[in-house]
């Protein structure tokens, strides 16, 4: 009986799976997204804390502040490609660039609708 437990222990033992290999240049891109996603995000709140908000739509400022962050955007969209061709290395060049482009889109798309409850907020504060 003891054997037999033994036995059952040790094949337990030798099935444990393998550490996971580790990625540098994966984890390396996937710190880089996550600090452009943020400054992306930074930025639009800025360009929306410092806007006028007493006579413009608040729709029409908050495409405003996401079109002044688009030098943000474009570099996150540029690393999302590379991020996308690492995972993906079967991907062509324009693969790559659709799925960063579509999104980078739900991205800004997010940043644009909370400008704009920001906004509103805002603009509700001052009446």
Do not use: W
Not at 62 to 88: N, Y
Not at 94 to 100: G, I, L, T
Request: aromatic content about 2%; glycine content about 6%; hydrophobic content about 45%.
């Amino acid at each position: 009986m003891r054997l037999a437990l033994g036995l059952v222990l040790l094949s337990l033992a030798a099935c444990d799976a393998a550490p996971p290999r580790p990625d540098p240049k994966g984890q390396q891109l996937r710190a880089e997204l996550d600090k452009l996603t943020a400054d992306y995000g930074k930025c639009v709140d800025e360009k929306v804390a410092a806007a006028d908000v007493s006579n413009d739509p608040a729709g029409s400022i908050a495409i405003e502040a996401v079109k002044a962050c688009r030098p943000l955007r474009g570099a996150l969209r540029l690393k999302v490609a590379s991020f996308d061709r690492l995972g993906h290395p079967n991907h062509t060049a324009n693969q790559a660039e659709a799925v960063a482009e579509a999104s980078v889109g739900v991205i800004e798309k997010e940043l644009r609708e909370q400008a704009v409850v920001t906004i509103v907020k805002r603009q509700n504060q001052t009446r």
